[in-house]
């Protein structure tokens, strides 16, 4: 059976980023992961998408700022070729107009260069069991900042929320925090397959494009209803 990685297989990941140092340090904090490894590395988006062909990956990581082909573009490539491959991107604090383009394009999450390296292994993890992931700094900014309404207003999004089933708004709130869906599984005492049922039917119903504007959506409306 093809897909994603069997019960002991690690998650492969291929790594783009155009500071070698950075890039490093990145790869050396997933390699204290047993569950993860890193099978490429690079330097541009270019290369990146060219790993993407060459070890089909289960997540793939790009620095949003890259020379030759920036880390958006090779989203928008990767999403082209190899349809919804998990990427996170990983981001300055500030760098607001490429968080909201990335979310466009379809990345399942955004970690934070300057963030808690606990933080990198939670989002690896998160995308590669088909969840989304947002450093919680990245969450507050698209909030204070208002970005979060380019998607979805809030009480747009209050109003989507309150379509929702109550099991659904479970399910939903989950998804802002971040979880995938075997924690959302643990966490609701419901089999995996009800929560994927569940999710496609979130998606439907809140207009929602991929579990990224699904999380928008839940942070939203949690603002909303306080």
Same mark, same amino acid.
């Given at each position: 059976?093809?897909?994603?990685?069997?019960?002991?297989?690690?998650?492969?990941?291929?790594?783009?980023?155009?500071?070698?140092?950075?890039?490093?340090?990145?790869?050396?904090?997933?390699?204290?992961?047993?569950?993860?490894?890193?099978?490429?590395?690079?330097?541009?988006?270019?290369?990146?998408?060219?790993?993407?062909?060459?070890?089909?990956?289960?997540?793939?990581?790009?620095?949003?700022?890259?020379?030759?082909?920036?880390?958006?573009?090779?989203?928008?490539?990767?999403?082209?070729?190899?349809?919804?491959?998990?990427?996170?991107?990983?981001?300055?604090?500030?760098?607001?107009?490429?968080?909201?383009?990335?979310?466009?394009?379809?990345?399942?999450?955004?970690?934070?260069?300057?963030?808690?390296?606990?933080?990198? !292994?939670?989002?690896?993890? @998160?995308?590669?069991?088909?969840? #989304?992931?947002?450093?919680? *700094?990245?969450? %507050?900014?698209? &909030? +204070?900042?208002?970005?979060?309404?380019?998607?979805?207003?809030?009480?747009?999004?209050?109003?989507?929320?309150?379509?929702?089933?109550?099991?659904?708004?479970?399910?939903?709130?989950?998804?802002?925090?971040?979880?995938?869906?075997?924690?959302?599984?643990?966490?609701?005492?419901?089999?995996?397959?009800?929560?994927?049922?569940?999710?496609?039917?979130? !998606?439907?119903?809140?207009? @929602?494009?991929?579990?990224?504007? #699904?999380?928008?959506?839940? *942070?939203?409306? %949690?603002?909303? &209803? +306080?």
């Amino acid at each position: 059976m093809s897909g994603g990685p069997g019960p002991t297989a690690p998650t492969r990941v291929v790594l783009a980023d155009d500071e070698p140092l950075v890039r490093a340090g990145i790869a050396g904090i997933l390699e204290t992961d047993d569950g993860v490894r890193v099978v490429a590395q690079g330097s541009s988006g270019e290369e990146a998408v060219a790993a993407v062909r060459a070890h089909r990956p289960d997540v793939v990581l790009l620095d949003v700022r890259m020379d030759a082909m920036n880390g958006l573009e090779a989203l928008a490539e990767i999403r082209r070729t190899a349809g919804h491959l998990p990427c996170l991107m990983v981001t300055t604090f500030g760098e607001d107009a490429y968080v909201a383009e990335a979310i466009r394009l379809g990345a399942d999450g955004f970690v934070l260069k300057s963030g808690d390296p606990r933080e990198l !292994l939670l989002a690896v993890h @998160a995308a590669a069991a088909g969840g #989304a992931y947002f450093s919680p *700094a990245v969450s %507050r900014r698209l &909030l +204070q900042t208002g970005l979060g309404t380019r998607f979805v207003a809030q009480q747009d999004a209050r109003e989507r929320f309150e379509r929702l089933t109550r099991r659904e708004q479970e399910v939903l709130a989950l998804v802002g925090d971040g979880l995938a869906n075997p924690e959302i599984a643990a966490t609701l005492h419901l089999a995996e397959g009800t929560v994927k049922v569940h999710i496609t039917s979130i !998606l439907r119903t809140t207009g @929602a494009r991929n579990r990224v504007e #699904a999380a928008l959506i839940a *942070a939203q409306a %949690r603002t909303a &209803l +306080q």
